[in-house]
């Protein structure tokens, strides 16, 4: 398994964040999280999470967040969702807006903010 990349760790915070109403519970499910799989689709990526604490989240539906970062090697970033799979943190889906990831190194991606998406 591997960790969480700077990146993903910012947005799953900033997701946390955005869902009071589960977030304690979700931030523990975040701070327990290792990353089982990364696919680099060319317009985004998907990180395939494995969560080994926090309380499963009652009635929440998928996806949750809508968060956004500036993307160094973007032009206009991208966006991320998180989905959930019986109450637990499953995928981190994040998606371009016009640009490519393909090629790139999705763990090394430098980043000058993270916080609610505005496009």
């Avoid at 964040?17 to 975040?30: F, I, K, S, T, Y």
């Avoid at 989240?57 to 959930?84: H, K």
């Avoid at 016009?98 to 999705?106: I, K, N, R, V, Y």
């Amino acid at each position: 398994m591997q960790s969480l990349s700077d990146l993903e760790r910012a947005v799953l915070a900033a997701i946390v964040d955005q869902v009071p109403e589960w977030g304690e519970a979700l931030r523990q499910q975040v701070m327990s999280a290792t990353v089982t799989e990364r696919e680099n689709t060319g317009a985004g990526f998907y990180t395939k999470l494995a969560v080994t604490g926090g309380q499963k989240l009652v009635g929440v539906t998928s996806p949750i967040g809508d968060v956004g970062a500036d993307i160094e090697a973007m032009s206009r970033g991208m966006g991320f969702l998180l989905w959930m799979k019986d109450g637990v943190a499953d995928t981190l889906e994040g998606y371009t807006y016009d640009d490519t990831t393909a090629g790139l190194e999705l763990t090394a991606l430098r980043f000058r903010s993270v916080g609610p998406r505005s496009v």
